[in-house]
């Protein structure tokens, strides 16, 4: 099983759809969460983080489930510029992390 | 503010031909430096990190070597290229290992051919 884990997608979603991917991580030690952005040949760019209280940045959503060892990112009324491979990456507190492989967002007109 | 830069972006190389890439980070002192490797359609490798000068800690074995000979600039290199070492090379910094999160160069696109 890997340690982090996302499903791939893709995701193919209208203008204007809410959609939701979640991260699933086997190490409960885990103590720092993230979601990057990455669109296509370019290098990851950071998102959010994610809190255990969650954390909103205007359309996106990013929550933590402790119990069930899985992050979420929410993004409401979808625009075809947040087509983009979505990468969650988990921190133990030993300072390693590890990048899912991620999920691809495609937002058609 | 800080500034990482990271070169060539592109790079096709034969295979048992040398390497070296370069990454520079401007703006911040004493970063935490990283190499990653990310195959096509997959999450990002950890190949190499720096806390310091001269000090690099290796991930995976393989047949890469890292070298960091100033605060920061962080070097990627190879005496002979394999064909599975293709792949998109970034560079990384952080503070506090990348407990608040990695900024990233532009990335080296590597064909090996």
């Known amino acids: 099983r890997k340690e982090v884990e996302q499903d791939p997608g893709p995701f193919n979603v209208p203008e204007g759809a809410t959609v939701a991917f979640n991260c699933t991580y086997s190490n409960s030690a885990s103590q720092s969460f993230f979601w990057y952005r990455q669109d296509c040949r370019k290098e990851p760019k950071l998102l959010m983080s994610?809190?255990?209280s969650g954390n909103e940045d205007g359309r996106f959503t990013a929550q933590l489930n402790r119990a069930s060892q899985y992050i979420s990112l929410l993004i409401r009324d979808s625009k075809l510029s947040d087509s983009a491979t979505y990468l969650c990456v988990v921190n133990t507190n030993a300072g390693k992390s590890t990048f899912g492989d991620g999920t691809t967002l495609t937002v058609k007109p | 503010s800080q500034t990482i830069h990271q070169w060539p972006a592109t790079l096709v190389q034969p295979v048992g031909s040398p390497l070296s890439l370069e990454c520079t980070v401007e703006?911040?002192?004493?970063?935490?430096l990283y190499w990653y490797r990310q195959a096509a359609g997959r999450g990002l490798q950890l190949l190499f990190y720096s806390v310091g000068i001269g000090q690099i800690s290796s991930e995976v074995p393989q047949n890469l070597s890292a070298s960091r000979p100033q605060d920061r600039q962080f070097i990627l290199s190879s005496k002979k290229l394999l064909l599975s070492d293709s792949g998109f090379y970034l560079c990384a910094w952080s503070v506090i290992q990348g407990v608040y999160g990695y900024t990233f160069g532009s990335g080296t696109r590597l064909t090996v051919v």
């Open positions: 703006g911040t002192s004493n970063p935490n």
């Open positions: 994610v809190y255990s």
